[in-house]
């Protein structure tokens, strides 16, 4: 399940399962959106990006989904691994401006065997 | 390429001293940014940098300074640690958008 405090979010499910991370901007004028996964001691990494021309993308494993009328992004992890257990952040960018990200909360993943 | 490093990973400082961490990338960014990671937390822009010569505060610059020369380094200063400093930084440079970011220094001040 979901837990939300002071501290990061946390979202735990079995190995197999399929994962949704969510995640509320707040910048309506926003056009382009990334997610970072940040593994323990390590700097976020890129997975996956799209613009706002797009309602869903698809990478290996993994997909993201753009509302923009409710400025909401979700990333789906499909058949989850151990390996998937990390922090995930998502960024919005407003292309028009400077490459300024604005990172959401971010939600710690963690994946029991 | 090796990306975007930094030095050093680890340091432990005194209350009231400086130092300065480090940030190299060799591809050639003209964005670059220095972030700060507090335990269990998200990430809080300190200061950027659009270009060789240009910087600016980012959300939480108090306590910090930055200057950029060369398009290549971003150095962040910290001229008093104090114990609120304590944290992890994290320099990143980017490309149209999307920020590839250096492996850390923790830092610590006791």
């Known amino acids: 399940g979901e837990s939300v405090g002071l501290h990061l979010p946390t979202l735990s499910v079995q190995e197999g399962d399929n994962s949704i991370i969510n995640c509320a901007y707040s910048n309506s004028a926003s056009d382009y959106f990334i997610w970072y996964k940040q593994e323990s001691g390590k700097g976020p990494q890129f997975i996956i990006d799209?613009?706002?021309?797009?309602d869903k993308r698809q990478g290996q494993r993994v997909t993201v989904l753009l509302n923009k009328t409710v400025k909401h992004l979700s990333l789906q992890i499909a058949a989850t691994q151990p390996g998937d257990s990390a922090v995930y952040f998502c960024a919005e960018n407003e292309s028009g401006g400077s490459y300024i990200p604005t990172f959401g909360r971010g939600t710690s993943l963690i994946v029991h065997p | 390429n090796a990306g975007v490093t930094q030095t050093p990973k680890f340091r432990i400082l005194k209350i009231g001293q400086s130092m300065t961490l480090q940030c190299a990338q060799d591809?050639?960014?003209?964005?670059m940014y220095w972030y700060r990671q507090d335990p269990g937390m998200g990430l809080k822009l300190i200061y950027y940098s659009v270009g060789a010569g240009i910087t600016d505060k980012g959300e939480v610059p108090n306590g910090y300074n930055v200057s950029r020369s060369t398009t290549e380094d971003f150095p962040l200063r910290l001229e008093l640690a104090a114990p609120s400093q304590t944290s992890v930084y994290f320099c990143?440079?980017?490309?149209?958008?999307?920020?590839?970011f250096g492996e850390g220094s923790r830092l610590t001040v006791l």
């Open positions: 799209i613009r706002s021309n797009m």
């Open positions: 990143a440079s980017s490309h149209r958008g999307e920020l590839f």
């Open positions: 591809m050639n960014h003209n964005y």
